[in-house]
């Protein structure tokens, strides 16, 4: 079980990596204009339609404060939040150490 989530974080971390480097290229393109992707338009690039679905499920199915909280999290940095978790399941799943 820890070899698998390590194998996660590091998967994550490595593709927030990749995003955080998208956006590098995509900022050099536009003239050193910063353009950062939030985690909706990452969503939106490999399905137009499912976070307009999705954000239409939310508004009407969950409270207004945890629906506010998942639009919220759409709109952050994708880097950011793959990344975060990615490092957070690392130090969770971390090498034990035993003392004797």
Same mark, same amino acid.
Request: aromatic fraction near 12%.
């Given at each position: 079980?820890?070899?698998?989530?390590? @194998?996660? +974080? #590091?998967?994550?971390?490595?593709?927030?990596?990749?995003?955080?480097?998208?956006?590098? &290229?995509? +900022? #050099?393109? $536009? =003239? =050193?204009?910063?353009?950062?992707? +939030?985690?909706?338009?990452?969503?939106?690039? !490999?399905? $137009?339609?499912?976070?307009?679905? !999705? $954000?239409?499920?939310?508004?009407? %199915?969950?409270? =207004?404060? #945890?629906?506010?909280?998942?639009?919220? @999290? @759409? =709109? &952050?940095? +994708?880097? #950011?939040?793959?990344?975060?978790?990615?490092?957070?399941?690392?130090?969770? !799943?971390?090498? $034990? %150490?035993?003392?004797?």
């Amino acid at each position: 079980m820890f070899v698998l989530m390590r @194998l996660i +974080s #590091l998967i994550l971390v490595v593709f927030a990596l990749m995003l955080m480097g998208g956006d590098v &290229v995509t +900022s #050099l393109e $536009k =003239g =050193g204009h910063i353009s950062v992707r +939030s985690l909706a338009e990452v969503w939106e690039l !490999f399905d $137009k339609g499912g976070v307009e679905i !999705f $954000k239409a499920w939310n508004a009407a %199915h969950l409270p =207004g404060f #945890l629906a506010g909280a998942i639009a919220w @999290l @759409l =709109g &952050v940095w +994708s880097w #950011l939040v793959v990344g975060l978790v990615g490092i957070v399941l690392a130090f969770l !799943f971390g090498q $034990k %150490h035993e003392t004797a």
